[in-house]
């Protein structure tokens, strides 16, 4: 092992060069994610128009995503962030050889657990398949049900391989490095794309369960799997630039470092675990609609994307201003940044959903192609479209608030509130079981995750209000400046609705128009923001 002060220096400061670059870093990761979700999207839309509206479709879309789904059960999406802070430590104070041991005792712990989640998968296939094809009508069901278990059987080992990936995502963001981490996902979505492409080049387009055969879906599994494959090769080539490469090890128990940050990773499971357990159920439900898995998966993609553009954006912008705050211990400083980040959170997710909601119609008629063009998915896109307007902003909301109470070392408040969102989406979406499977049942799925979002920002903003008082968690200028911004986009979304009325044009001049439409509107409320707005809500420290 290097010596603290020799190499071990030098690596540190090219390292914390990388790590302060705040705004850089914050631009690198939101435009590459966004990339990602764009490619999530284009890869949703692609197996809705080669596979159509059909029970096949459903099965694969439900199957391929489980292993993420399992993943993300074990603390998936939450498991770099929680390990960045070990990772930093082991390098700034004794250099990479000491950061690499580390990476090794937590990537031999965290990976053994993923082999274990492979292995209960593969063991439970049968039961998993069962929750996946039970709305399934009963001439097609023995048969998907058979499909989804080899397919799950393909997929399977996507669940050691994502935790791969976050070990290499938690290395290279520890040094300071964001571009290839965040533009990865991106990839694995263009080999999926390529698999279905050429699963339905060889087998056909539009197949049901009875016509598709098994090699079909062998394939599916098979090349989606060697897309996460390439996925993780990237995110540990990553990890080998930055010099802290290694094969899992074992040791974790007697390491102290190593052994906080899997004790950290395994109390955090349940923020984690909850949105999974949520995304499962959905998933299960859409099911018993033909073509309803990618209705929903859709409505997923458009509510992800609008909410890295807007609250999730702002979130992870305003996280070290607030954890710098908390730090501090200074109550006003901290009520300050919170006011402020909550603010410019609110304003960046508005236009998306006055926009979305008033456009969902003509946005869903854009968004269905191939054999998913049918007037009743369309109606049922449009109408999930909407409430997922909603949705984007209530989840900001409650990943901003999250975030506050983790700079404050609060991680109670975090599992109590994704616990109270996991019951009461839950409740919703099986309550959608009572609506007609051809009405307005996808839709109510997507109000279960509105109200999910919804209670969960409740219940961060409640514990924030407790923790901060006597301060104030909001100000009144900062409603009216929304407001006043909200009000101002109207006319022109009036406008936009009444010239498509009118002209009733075709896809092509109807894409012009919403982009143009929503430029404008964009434009508009932007200017009432920054010559209204920024005067009227200045906050002093």
Not at 20 to 49: D, K, Q, Y
Not at 264 to 272: D, E, Y
Not at 288 to 308: P, R
């Amino acid at each position: 092992m290097s010596e603290p002060g020799s190499t071990t220096s030098g690596t540190s400061a090219a390292v914390r060069a990388g790590r302060e670059a705040t705004a850089r870093n914050s631009v690198t990761v939101v435009v590459w994610t966004l990339i990602s979700r764009v490619a999530g999207l284009v890869r949703v839309l692609v197996i809705g128009a080669t596979m159509g509206p059909t029970y096949f479709a459903n099965i694969f879309q439900s199957g391929y995503l489980l292993p993420n789904t399992i993943h993300s059960t074990i603390a998936g999406p939450i498991l770099a962030m929680v390990l960045i802070p070990t990772i930093v430590r082991a390098l700034d104070n004794h250099g990479p050889e000491r950061a690499k041991e580390v990476i090794s005792r937590i990537g031999g712990r965290i990976l053994g657990i993923g082999l274990t989640g492979a292995a209960v998968l593969m063991l439970l296939s049968p039961a998993v398949a069962w929750t996946f094809t039970a709305g399934v009508a009963e001439p097609l069901r023995h048969r998907a049900w058979l499909m989804t278990i080899v397919l799950i059987l393909f997929v399977a080992p996507q669940v050691v391989l994502y935790g791969v990936c976050a070990l290499g995502v938690a290395a290279q963001q520890a040094n300071g490095r964001f571009a290839l981490a965040a533009a990865a996902p991106a990839i694995e979505n263009v080999g999926t794309i390529i698999t279905v492409l050429v699963a339905v080049g060889i087998y056909g387009p539009g197949l049901e369960v009875d016509r598709a055969p098994f090699g079909m879906m062998i394939l599916l599994g098979f090349g989606t799997t060697l897309a996460v494959v390439l996925h993780a090769g990237l995110q540990q080539y990553g990890a080998f630039r930055c010099g802290v490469f290694t094969l899992p090890g074992r040791g974790w128990k007697t390491d102290p470092e190593a052994r906080d940050g899997v004790r950290r990773v395994m109390r955090s499971i349940p923020v984690a675990a909850c949105p999974a357990a949520t995304n499962y159920v959905l998933t299960a439900i859409s099911g018993t609609v033909a073509g309803g898995v990618i209705v929903v998966q859709l409505s997923y993609q458009v509510y992800y994307a609008l909410s890295f553009l807007g609250a999730r954006a702002v979130s992870m912008a305003a996280l070290p201003r607030l954890a710098e705050a908390a730090s501090s211990g200074d109550a006003r400083r901290f009520g300050v940044a919170w006011r402020q980040g909550l603010f410019y959170a609110v304003i960046a997710g508005l236009p998306s959903l006055c926009l979305l909601a008033a456009f969902a119609s003509p946005t869903a008629n854009l968004l269905a192609n191939g054999e998913l063009r049918q007037a009743n998915l369309i109606s049922e896109l449009a109408g999930c479209l909407a409430v997922s307007a909603f949705a984007q902003m209530a989840g900001g909301i409650h990943d901003f608030g999250r975030q506050a109470l983790f700079s404050r070392m609060d991680d109670l408040g975090p599992r109590i509130a994704s616990f109270v969102g996991l019951f009461v989406g839950i409740a919703v979406a099986f309550s959608t079981l009572l609506l007609p499977a051809g009405g307005a049942r996808l839709a109510g799925l997507v109000v279960a995750v509105l109200a999910g979002e919804a209670a969960s920002a409740t219940t961060v903003l409640a514990r924030l209000r407790y923790s901060m008082r006597p301060d104030a968690l909001t100000r009144p200028s900062h409603l009216v400046v929304i407001a006043l911004a909200t009000v101002s986009m109207f006319p022109i979304i009036v406008l936009g609705r009444w010239t498509l009325h009118i002209l009733n044009p075709e896809r092509l001049m109807e894409m012009l128009l919403l982009m143009a439409c929503g430029a404008v509107t964009l434009a508009v409320f932007l200017l009432v923001v920054r010559y209204i707005g920024l005067k009227v809500t200045a906050e002093k420290v």
